[in-house]
Nanobody, 125 residues
Framework: QVQLVESGGGLVQAGGSLRLSCAAS????????MAWFRQAPGKEREFVAA????????KYADSLKGRFTISRDQAKNTVYLQMNNLKPEDTAVYFC??????????????????WGQGTQVTVSS
């Protein structure tokens, strides 16, 4: 059974940085696609970034390229999201997601079967 546990959220001032972690367990993830999504109050869940566990290939939401970086530590079974130059509009609950294989539409939440509980990120102006 796949378990995803996010951590690292919190309150930060605009311009600051945070690194989120997603600890994955329950399976061998070599054939998995791992992703981060976020959901702001009153808005739909949106894609942030994804990474193929084995080869490290990445995909980002166009609007976040250059500020956010997804990475993984295979030895620790952990996926990270480094967020720099944070803005108040980045305030959201951030979710880790996983799917076996590489789904056609990596940017859509319906492509993922496994989800973490989320971690709150609040950026003050």
């Amino acid at each position: 059974q796949v378990q995803l546990v996010e951590s690292g959220g919190g309150l930060v001032q605009a311009g600051g940085s945070l690194r989120l972690s997603c600890a994955a367990s329950g399976r061998t993830f070599s054939n998995f696609l791992m992703a981060w999504f976020r959901q702001a109050p009153g808005k739909e869940r949106e894609f942030v970034a994804a990474i193929q566990w084995m080869i490290g290939a990445t995909k980002y939401a166009d609007s976040l390229k250059g500020r956010f970086t997804i990475s993984r530590d295979q030895a620790k079974n952990t996926v990270y999201l480094q967020m720099n130059n944070l803005k108040p509009e980045d305030t959201a609950v951030y979710f880790c997601a996983a799917e076996e294989g590489v789904p056609r539409n990596q940017a859509h939440e319906s492509a993922y079967d496994y989800w973490g509980q989320g971690t709150q990120v609040t950026v003050s102006s």
